[in-house]
Structure formats: C-alpha cells, structure tokens
C-alpha cells in the first residue's frame, strides 16, 4: 500500500559547479555568472505487505478476498493513498467486479468455452503444447491472462475506494 499523503522534507542547496566545457563557476571561481541550484526531495511514506495464502480444493473458483484487503489497508493505517493486490500464482487472477454467484458461474461458463479444459498436448485433439511439461493446467494460464494478475484500488479517508456493487 502506498500513502498518498506521505510526509516530505525538502533539502535546499546552492553548490558550485563546471560548465560544459570544465571551465569554473560558482563559489571560488572568477566566473560567477550563475550557480546551480539544486533541491532534494525526501518522502517516507506508509506501507505495508501481506501475503494472504488460500487452499482450494477445486481446479478453479472465485473467492472473495474483499474483507481480508479491507483489514490489511486498516492495518496498514493509510488514509489516501493505492493499495496493489497481485496474485502471485501462475494461473491464479485478481479482479474487481460484483460479487454475485450468476454472474460467477458466468464467468465459469464464459471462460470454458473460451479456453476449455483439456488434460492432453496435442493441439489436433484440443489439447495443448504446454501440457507436454507433465503439467494438465495450460487452459489456466490463458484463463489468468484473460481475468488479470493485478488490481490497484485507490484507499480514500482508510478506505477502499470502490463504487457501486465493486466487491
């Protein structure tokens, strides 16, 4: 999580420098026709990071991870700010949509018959290359790559920041 709201200390500084060319300026020189100017910007910031582990028994099914995210941005004491979930899982996703069993079992449905199941590695009889690793998830992967890795959600007075039916 990231805070928005980050305190930020400011260093100020005039040093002597060379022009182009290597030739002087600044303090000590003979030419002091300009100095440079410089300023630093220093920012501490809140953060936090958490794994949130899951077992599913299934081969695949959408979990909602929305309060365990909302006690992490409370934990995390971020008031403005961006909070990243990321599944970090190869055939694992993250998204933000309205949490309705209908619309799951849509998306169930919707993504079987874009990228079937299929334990075999021949392309000929609709299996896939990747299979030929010993693995039988290759319609995972597409599927991940179609539903996303990640989600930034914007974190307002400690809050999540979604609208209407975002679960």
């Known amino acids: 999580m990231i805070d928005s709201s980050a305190a930020c200390q400011i260093a100020h500084g005039w040093r002597a420098g060379s022009y182009p060319d290597g030739t002087q300026h600044g303090a000590g020189s003979e030419e002091t026709s300009f100095i440079t100017y410089q300023s630093l910007l220093i920012i501490s910031m809140k953060s936090l990071t958490k794994e949130i582990w899951l077992n599913i ?3 695949r099914a959408i979990v909602s991870l929305h309060r365990e995210v909302e006690n992490l941005v409370a934990e995390s004491g971020v008031q403005d700010g961006l909070v990243l979930v990321n599944a970090m899982h190869i055939t694992a996703s993250v998204f933000i949509n309205d949490n309705e069993s209908g ?65």
């Open 103 to 167: 619309l799951h079992a849509d998306y169930e449905r919707w993504l079987e018959e874009l990228v079937p199941f299929s334990p075999g590695s021949d392309p000929k009889t609709g299996g896939y290359l990747h299979n030929r690793t010993g693995e039988d998830n290759a319609d995972a992967h597409h599927k991940r790559q179609i539903m996303g890795r990640e989600v930034v959600v914007a974190i307002t007075d400690g809050q999540l920041h979604l609208g209407p039916w975002e679960h």
């Open 57 to 59: 028994p299934e081969r």
